[in-house]
C-alpha cells in the first residue's frame, strides 16, 4: 500500500531521534509498502530561525521569513534522506518548489492549491522513499511560502489526498489520541479510533495532538489519519496493512468505519480562558454588535457568548470569554465604546476553564448535557457559562476545580472502562 | 554604476554584524549605485551543517549534503533583506535556484554554467537590491548544487561578470590584502593594489583572504575585485564611484591597472609543510613517476619537487613535500611500494615552512632569486628546497626561522617603505 508517514519535530529532535524514525520507515519499505515521509524542523530550530527574523525587524517581510524559516525543514528532509540511505533504505528529500507544493501568495499562512505528483510518484513508484520537506510550498510568484505553525500536518494530509494514500500516520511524542488529558486522569485510556467530527473539537479544545486544520483537510478530502508515536520500537511494531489499523495509535477516520459508539468519546479542557460581564445594558437590537465589532476590529477572539434572560424586557447582562492574556484589551476596548454600549458597569475574571464533552453519539443521545450539569452540581462546582454544538457540550467553570470536574466527567461517561 | 557586495561569514555572524553590512550597502544605494549583494552563511552556521551530515552518515549522498548545506545561506539572505526593508532600502533576497544560477552536477563542488540575470537584472534596475545566497546553485537535475567550500567568493564574482557590474566589492573581517602578515612583520603595508596572478599566488600560499578559484574566475572574466573591510565604520567610507579606487582595502585587477610597479609585491608563507627525502634511487626514466604515481593515487597532494644532482650518474635523492598532516599516510605509501622505488632510506621531516616572494615585475628583473637566497644565508637560515614560478620564488625552510626570514625578505625588498 502507499503509506504518508510524517514526523515532528520531537521525532527528529536530532541526528539520533531521526535515526530512529528512519527505522519506522525502513519496517513499511520492507514490508513492501511504497513511502513518502514528511518532516518538521528538528525542535526549537524553528523557534530560533523566527526569532532572528524579529531581531532583525519587528514588522518583518513574510516572504523573507518565509525563506528563512523554511530552511529548517529543508534540513531535516536532507538529513532524514542521508541517514534512510545509511540503513539500505533508497531515499532522496524533495524541496515544496520541486515537487512543486503549489500555495496561495498568502506568506507565513499559505493554503495549498495543488500538489504536482507526476515526479514524486515516479519516484516512489520506483521503489525510493521521498522525504518531502513538510510546512512549505512555492507560491504562483515562484517564491517559498511557509503554511503556518503545525503547518507539517497539513502538508502530510495534503500529500496523502495528493498521491491517493491509503493512510497518513502522523508520528508525535505521543502515542495516540486519549478520552482525556491523561496527566489529569491516570484512567484515561487511549482512543483506538475517532471520526474528524470528535477530533476537530478535540484538537481545538486544546488536545494538541494534530493540526485543527490538517484534520478539517483531512475530512474534507477523505485521508485517513493515525496518530502514532515515533518513541515506540521501530521493530516491534506491525507494518501497516491494506484496510487495517495497527493496535498501536489512534485512526482519525470517517464516522461509518468507527468499530463502537460510546455516546461521549472524550473530555477535553482549555485553560487560561478570562470571562467578561457586561452589566445593564439596553436589551435591543444592535447592542450585541456594538460589543463584538469593536472587539473583531482589535482582532480579539472571543469564544463563547451568554446573553442573560432580561428581567424586565429592557435590561440584560452579557457574558463572553477571551484568552486570559487577551483581557486587557477586550477590557480597554469596552472602556474604549462606552459611549455607543452604554453599560453600567464591566468584570473581568481570570482563572476560568473549559471543560467540553465531546461524541457524535450525543446527536442521537438526549439527557447527556443534564446528566453532565447534575454530576457538576453534585461536586459543588458552579457553571458560569454553557455552549454547545452538534456533538459537544462545553461549561465554563473555575481553574480550581479542573482536574475534579474532569476526573468526575470522565467517570460519569464510562470513559475509564474499556 | 552596478555593484556587487559580497559578505563572509564573520560580517554576517548574527543580527548585529547583517545590520552593519547592511549600512554598506545603504551607502552604495544612496550614492545612487544599483546592488546585488552575496551573503555567505552565518559563521560557525555551515559548520553545524556539515558535522550534522556526518554524524547522519558517514557516507552522506552529496545531494542531500548540498541541501542541507545551502540553506545557511537562505537564512542569511532573507535576514539580509528584512534588515534592509527595515533601514530603508528595498530589497529581496534569492535563492540560487530563484535567479537561476544554473551549475554542472557535481555535487558539493560544482562548477557555474551560467547565470540567468534577466529577473535578477530587471529587480535591480527596478531599484531594487538583490540579496543572493552564495554558494549554491542548481543543477540540471532541478537540484541544489553547492560550489564548495569558500564558494560565496566564487558566487559573487561570477554575479559580477554575468551582470557586467563595474566591481566586486568582497567584506572580509581584514582590511586587504597586505605586503605580508601583519601578526608577523609589524611594518607590513596593505596593498592598494594587487594584479590577479599574484592574488593567485598569494592566495594560494597561505593569505587567506580570497578564495583562489574566485581569484582565476575574476581574471578569466576580467571582473575588479576590491577586497575590504566589513568592520570599518559604514558611513564614513566613500561610496564606490566610476573608475575610482577607494582609499580603503585592496583592488585586485588586471596588470595593465597596476599603479605602482613594484618588483616584489608580497611575501607569503604556508605553515605545516613536511619534507619527505627518498635516499639513494636508481637516477633513470620511471623512477620519479614510480614515486609520485602512487601518492597521486592515495590523493596526497605533492608540492615542491627536487631531485639532487646525481654524483656517480646512477644514485640519486629525491625531495619533496606534503602538507605535515599528510606526512605518516605519504610515508606509508612509500614504503607499501618499496619494491618498486627501491631507495635505500626514507626521511620524514615536519616542522618545515615555506617562504615565498611574489611580484608581476621579476618577469623583467633579474637577480631577485640571488637576494633573496643571500639575504637569508646571511642570517644563517638553510634553504632545503626551492621552488619558482614566473612571479614567484618560494623556499622551504625550517618553521623556527619563519618570522626572521619573512621580516628579512619584507625589508629587503623595500615593502616596509611607503
Redesign the interface.
Known amino acids: 500500500m502507499l503509506l504518508v508517514m510524517k514526523f515532528g519535530g520531537t521525532s527528529v529532535a536530532d541526528?539520533a531521534r531521526?535515526?530512529n524514525s528512519a527505522l519506522h520507515v525502513k519496517r513499511e519499505v520492507e514490508a513492501g509498502n511504497r513511502v513518502a515521509v514528511v518532516v518538521s524542523a528538528m525542535a526549537g530550530h524553528t523557534n530560533q530561525?523566527v526569532g532572528?527574523?524579529k531581531?532583525?525587524?519587528e514588522?518583518?517581510?513574510l516572504?523573507?521569513?518565509d525563506?528563512?524559516v523554511s530552511?529548517?525543514e529543508?534540513?531535516t528532509?536532507?538529513?532524514m534522506?542521508?541517514?534512510l540511505?545509511?540503513i539500505g533504505v533508497k531515499a532522496?528529500?524533495w524541496?515544496g518548489?520541486?515537487i512543486p507544493l503549489v500555495t496561495d501568495g498568502s506568506h507565513s499562512v499559505a493554503r495549498i492549491d495543488r500538489v504536482e505528483t507526476a515526479d514524486l510518484l515516479a519516484s516512489v513508484e520506483g521503489g525510493e522513499v521521498a522525504v518531502v520537506a513538510g510546512f512549505q510550498g512555492i507560491a504562483p510568484s515562484?517564491?517559498?511560502t511557509t503554511l503556518g505553525r503545525g503547518g507539517s500536518d497539513t502538508s502530510a494530509v495534503a500529500l496523502a489526498a495528493a498521491l491517493k494514500a491509503e493512510r497518513c500516520d502522523i508520528y508525535t511524542d505521543v502515542d495516540g489520541v486519549y478520552t482525556t488529558d491523561p496527566r489529569l486522569v491516570p484512567e484515561a485510556r487511549r482512543l483506538p479510533r475517532i471520526s474528524y467530527e470528535e477530533m476537530l473539537e478535540m484538537a481545538s479544545l486544546g488536545a494538541k495532538v494534530l493540526q485543527t486544520r490538517s484534520v478539517e483537510l483531512a475530512m474534507a478530502q477523505g485521508v485517513r489519519v493515525q496518530v502514532r508515536s515515533s518513541f515506540d520500537n521501530p521493530e516491534t511494531c506491525e507494518p501497516a496493512r491494506s484496510g487495517i489499523s495497527e493496535m498501536c495509535g489512534t485512526l482519525v477516520c470517517d464516522e461509518t468505519e468507527m468499530l463502537e459508539h460510546h455516546v461521549v468519546s472524550g473530555i477535553a479542557y482549555a485553560k487560561d480562558e478570562a470571562k467578561v460581564t457586561v452589566l445593564s445594558i439596553e436589551d435591543k437590537p444592535g447592542v450585541a454588535a456594538s460589543i463584538f465589532v469593536p472587539l473583531s476590529e482589535a482582532n480579539i477572539n472571543v469564544d463563547m457568548i451568554v446573553q442573560n434572560i432580561s428581567e424586565d424586557g429592557r435590561k440584560t447582562d452579557l457574558t463572553f470569554t477571551v484568552a486570559a492574556a487577551e483581557l486587557p484589551r477586550a477590557l480597554q476596548v469596552l472602556r474604549d465604546n462606552q459611549d455607543t454600549i452604554r453599560y453600567r458597569d464591566l468584570r473581568g475574571d481570570t482563572d476560568m476553564v473549559k471543560v467540553s464533552v465531546i461524541g457524535v453519539g450525543m446527536r442521537s443521545h438526549a439527557g447527556v448535557a443534564a446528566e453532565m450539569f447534575q454530576a457538576l452540581a453534585g461536586k459543588g462546582i458552579n457553571i458560569q457559562a454553557i455552549s454547545t454544538s452538534e456533538i459537544k457540550i462545553s461549561v465554563l467553570i473555575g481553574a480550581a476545580h479542573t482536574e475534579e470536574a474532569v476526573n468526575t466527567l470522565h467517570s460519569l461517561f464510562g470513559l475509564d472502562r474499556t
Do not use: F, K
Open positions: 541526528i531521526i535515526r530561525l532572528w527574523c531581531e532583525a525587524h514588522l518583518y517581510d516572504r523573507e521569513y525563506a528563512v530552511s529548517g529543508q534540513v528532509a536532507g538529513l534522506a542521508i541517514i540511505q545509511s532522496r528529500s524541496q518548489w520541486q515562484g517564491r517559498i
